[in-house]
């Protein structure tokens, strides 16, 4: 059946792979987040009018977004090297079209859930 809650569909995955989702799903999030950032710098810069204060706020945005970034990429490999060593394929967990089925199931698994009526 199709309707199952959070915890019932958890119990049907391990412990490493929930471990390894979960940080599939942080880097993947750090990495937009970054790139978000990136771009409200930019858009921060440009409007900035020209003054100085608001330049240097901006500039310090891209900055310290683009150092994010470079981290997230980091990252990416640390832990796939850390992974493989460990045995772990973390990795093959950062696909896009698996994470938004994932997220896409979300909504329907709350509501056959967890509905009650106060009667």
């Known amino acids: 059946?199709?309707?199952?809650?959070?915890?019932?569909?958890?119990?049907?995955?391990?412990?490493v792979e929930i471990i390894n989702k979960g940080i599939a799903y942080a880097i993947l999030i750090a990495g937009l987040l970054s790139v978000i950032f990136i771009f409200v710098g930019g858009i921060s810069f440009i409007l900035s009018g020209g003054a100085e204060d608001k330049i240097k706020q901006a500039v310090s945005t891209i900055r310290y977004a683009i150092i994010g970034l470079v981290i997230t990429i980091l990252s990416v490999v640390i832990v796939g090297t850390v992974g493989k060593v460990m045995g772990l394929d973390i990795i093959k967990y950062i696909n896009l079209a698996?994470?938004?089925?994932?997220?896409?199931?979300?909504?329907?698994?709350?509501?056959?859930g967890g509905t009650r009526s106060l009667d």
């Open 1 to 15: 059946m199709g309707d199952s809650t959070i915890i019932e569909s958890a119990q049907n995955y391990e412990i």
């Open 98 to 112: 698996e994470i938004y089925e994932t997220v896409s199931t979300l909504p329907s698994s709350f509501d056959g």
